[in-house]
């Protein structure tokens, strides 16, 4: 398929972890045509950090409230609704002028499949055998064989369609000048020097499932900070603050919490500059695997070999013999996957990417 000049629309609102799995294919379609154009519909959240990457030309926000998330009750469903025509309503009137010639919804879902008719005619693209009745908005359906686990190497199945070839000159995340200078204050700010080693600790996520225990993040913080010129960063969301405080409590030792201080862009960059990521499954995880840092990652009701660090050294650290291991539950009671896991073995781990 020759994309020269073509206009292509990517549909991958969120979350932030898909986001980060939908990058190397928009990379590679730009790096193979380069006067393409490249237009990507996202949540508001997300947007920032897209603006910031130079495979994408244009940024469409949206606001439309998850259904998924833990707590989410019946209104979000109403709100969801409204927010979704007035998405449907704004972009039709976006692309009226200058619409798009493909349109790739990689996100698989009935809302996506409605959010591409926004654009008036042009080819759709969407898996075979997505849910919610997105197949019926597509003209051409991408097969996933059955041996293809990694969630990152499905979005990658639609460069065989579209005749290109992702390489790993295509994993990368960008920050931005204004994201660099920012850290750059940041750190030196905080005292790090050029000859520091960054450990980069994010211990929250979406689902409640899959938290660690703050006692035993402070064990771990504490333990890396002992090492030579290592220092500690907790990161996260504003949203984090009050969980990272009841770690910080805990310490014996000072570490620096940015949660709440950087944008995801200035996270990005942050990401970049550190020796290695140590958390849960979520989305900076996914970032720091795309900015080439090894990754510890703690695994419990999620399946790594479906959402794991992608193309990075990395270390899976998980409870064995556990037959709930895999559960996809957003909340237990229990948490046995997760008590499982003592320090040693994440310090252990830790320990081995940083001497390497």
């Known amino acids: 398929m020759d994309l020269h000049k073509a206009r292509i629309l990517i549909l991958k609102p969120s979350s932030l972890g898909d986001i980060i799995h939908t990058l190397p294919l928009v990379h590679c379609l730009k790096r193979t045509w380069p006067d393409c154009h490249i237009g990507w519909v996202v949540q508001d959240a997300f947007a920032r950090m897209l603006e910031n990457d130079p495979a994408v030309d244009a940024v469409y926000r949206i606001t439309i409230p998850s259904t ?93 369609f579209l005749g290109c070839s992702a390489g790993k000159e295509d994993f990368f995340l960008r920050g931005g000048g204004a994201a660099e200078r920012r850290i750059n204050a940041l750190l030196a700010g905080s005292g790090v020097t050029s000859g520091d080693r960054i450990v980069y600790i994010h211990a929250t996520a979406r689902w409640k499932s899959k938290f660690w225990f703050p006692e035993r993040w402070a064990q771990l913080a504490d333990r890396l900070i002992d090492q030579d010129n290592v220092k500690i960063i907790f990161g996260g969301s504003e949203g984090d603050r009050e969980y990272i405080s009841a770690i910080e409590a805990k310490m014996a030792k000072t570490p620096i919490i940015t949660a709440g201080r950087c944008s995801l862009a200035e996270s990005a960059s942050l990401l970049g500059r550190c020796a290695v990521y140590v958390g849960l499954d979520s989305g900076p995880m996914h970032m720091a695997a795309m900015a080439g840092v090894p990754v510890v990652v703690l695994f419990g009701p999620t399946h790594p070999e479906r959402v794991g660090p992608y193309g990075v050294e990395h270390v899976i650290v998980k409870s064995g013999n556990l037959r709930c291991l895999a559960c996809r539950k957003r909340t237990c009671n229990k948490m046995t996957c997760m008590d499982r896991i003592p320090v040693d073995m994440v310090y252990d781990a830790t320990l081995r990417l940083l001497k390497r």
């Open 68 to 160: 998924s998330d833990p707590g989410s009750g019946r209104l979000a469903f109403i709100q969801a609704a409204r927010q979704t025509g007035r998405a449907l309503s704004h972009l039709r009137k976006v692309f009226q002028d200058r619409p798009y010639d493909l349109v790739l919804d990689l996100h698989a879902s009935f809302r996506s499949g409605l959010l591409g008719r926004a654009n008036p005619g042009g080819r759709r693209v969407g898996f075979a055998g997505a849910r919610e009745l997105n197949t019926l908005f597509q003209d051409h359906l991408i097969s996933v064989p059955p041996d293809t686990i990694h969630a990152l190497e499905k979005n990658l199945l639609f460069c065989g």
